[in-house]
């Protein structure tokens, strides 16, 4: 029975990558529209209430945004939605979000207290299929930083001595 599970497992893990793959090949162009930085916020955290509860992991946004940015919300949502759960793989216990809003673009940096990453890892962590995780596809990151990039942003990646730090950054 065991062979049998194993296989499954790797059948599933394939799935994934593949799925994962595809959607970095067959990327849809972001649909811009008027959206509140502040709600595509607040709708992540709901979307990963229960996964973070479950991994004992607090989310904190601060910042506050009083006007509408032009983008793509599923796909800025999903960007989020990577790099929050990434954290939570690398095993941070505290997650930050802040958002704030310059001149001429929307800034969201996400903090994180997890294990941190090497400047080598930083350097590769967008690469696809970079992976820190044995049971990671190592894509997350690598989607996260094309979506911002077809909306003319981009995505940074810095090491901090009690984690990492992530800032998404979209024209706004």
Not at 14 to 41: D, I, K, N, Q
Not at 47 to 67: C, P
Not at 105 to 131: C, K, N, V, W
């Amino acid at each position: 029975g065991d062979i049998l599970q194993t296989m499954t497992s790797e059948i599933q893990r394939l799935e994934e990558v593949t799925e994962h793959y595809l959607s970095l090949v067959r990327r849809p162009a972001p649909l811009p529209g008027e959206h509140h930085p502040m709600e595509v916020l607040q709708s992540v955290v709901r979307l990963l209430e229960e996964e973070l509860k479950r991994a004992g992991v607090t989310l904190d946004i601060g910042g506050e945004i009083h006007r509408k940015v032009e983008m793509d919300d599923g796909q800025l949502r999903r960007a989020l939605l990577n790099v929050v759960r990434n954290a939570v793989e690398a095993g941070a216990k505290a997650v930050k979000v802040e958002v704030e809003l310059g001149q001429d673009q929307l800034l969201i940096s996400i903090d994180d207290d997890g294990e941190g990453m090497s400047d080598e890892q930083i350097a590769r962590a967008s690469e696809p299929f970079f992976s820190t995780k044995a049971a990671g596809t190592g894509l997350g990151l690598a989607i996260t930083r094309q979506i911002l990039e077809d909306h003319g942003g981009g995505l940074k990646i810095e090491a901090h001595p009690s984690g990492t730090r992530v800032q998404l950054s979209l024209p706004s």
